[in-house]
């Protein structure tokens, strides 16, 4: 079982910023396109962000685009998730996951613990 540890979250004013951070192994980093999702409290994990193993492409859910970017440091075997202009909405549980670059939870091999996002009006 491979671990994936997030970190980073917090409280936050809407407005605000705040980056995540998920720090896994060198082999599950140089095997696995890296993904973000998120779940808030009563409803589905929703998909975020995924780069790929490369760090060559990027996806984002396309209400997300423009305010949140995924990145890796492949020295840190770590994944980053920047987030900007934070909104209530954007209150949850913020799950890392390591597996091909897809959309749904489904094809991720691999999930961190996950880190609480809370985003103040």
């Known amino acids: 079982q491979e671990e994936l540890v997030e970190s980073g979250g917090g409280l936050v004013q809407a407005g605000g910023s705040l980056r995540l951070s998920c720090a896994t192994s060198?082999?599950?980093?140089?095997?696995?396109?890296m993904g973000w999702f998120r779940q808030a409290a009563g409803k589905e994990r929703e998909f975020v962000a995924v780069?790929?193993?490369?760090?060559?492409?990027?996806w984002y859910a396309d209400d997300l685009k423009g305010r949140f970017t995924i990145s890796r440091d492949n020295a840190k075997n770590t994944v980053y998730l920047q987030m900007n202009n934070l909104k209530p909405e954007d209150t949850a549980i913020y799950y890392c996951?390591?597996?091909?670059?897809?959309?749904?939870?489904?094809?991720?091999?691999?999930w961190g613990q996950g880190t609480q996002v809370t985003v103040s009006s």
């Open positions: 996951a390591a597996g091909v670059a897809a959309t749904t939870p489904e094809g991720y091999r691999y």
């Open positions: 060198e082999r599950t980093f140089s095997t696995y396109a």
């Open positions: 780069i790929s193993w490369s760090g060559g492409g990027t």
